[in-house]
């Protein structure tokens, strides 16, 4: 009766291995998928950043046009405009090394669920191995 219990038991401890691993792999999956949102949305926070700018320079022109003012004749418009960029630019900066951390975060989870996918099935055989040594050792 002992030994059909051993074999019964390394014949479940492969299936559970296995089913870890696919668990293991959904969640890389999910990483995976959190890794492309993490990258359209960086690309998206750029563009919206981008759009601001616009708007802040374009809000600048118009204020100056109004009082008469010929656009880029104005040293301190000009200032303006060029602090406006240069924080924009930083702000651009910014979101893209947080995006890229962000992305590389859930890239690393992803190959670590793998892994620990693979690593359930290699113990899962090591068990076996040394149940099939028992078993035969008697």
């Known amino acids: 009766m ?7 038991s390394a014949f479940v401890g ?7 691993k696919s668990a293991y792999e959904m969640e890389a999956q999910s990483y995976e998928e959190a890794r492309k949102m993490e990258s359209i ?4 926070q750029v563009v919206e950043r981008d759009r601001r700018l616009r708007a802040q320079l374009a809000s600048l ?3 100056m046009a109004a009082q008469g003012i010929t656009i880029g004749t104005s040293a301190s418009i000009s200032a303006l405009e060029n602090d406006e ?3 924009a630019a930083a702000d651009i900066s910014s979101i893209k090394l947080m995006g ?5 975060k859930y890239g690393l989870s992803a190959q670590s669920s ?4 693979e690593s359930a099935v290699l113990g899962s ?4 191995a040394a149940i099939g040594y028992d078993i035969a050792t008697g």
């Open 125 to 128: 055989y090591a068990k076996t």
């Open 2 to 8: 002992g030994v059909e219990m051993q074999v019964a």
């Open 61 to 63: 022109d118009s204020s």
């Open 14 to 20: 492969l299936m559970a291995a296995n089913k870890a």
């Open 114 to 117: 793998k892994i620990k996918g």
């Open 100 to 104: 890229a951390s962000n992305r590389r």
């Open 85 to 87: 960029k240069k924080l």
């Open 41 to 44: 949305k960086t690309s998206q």
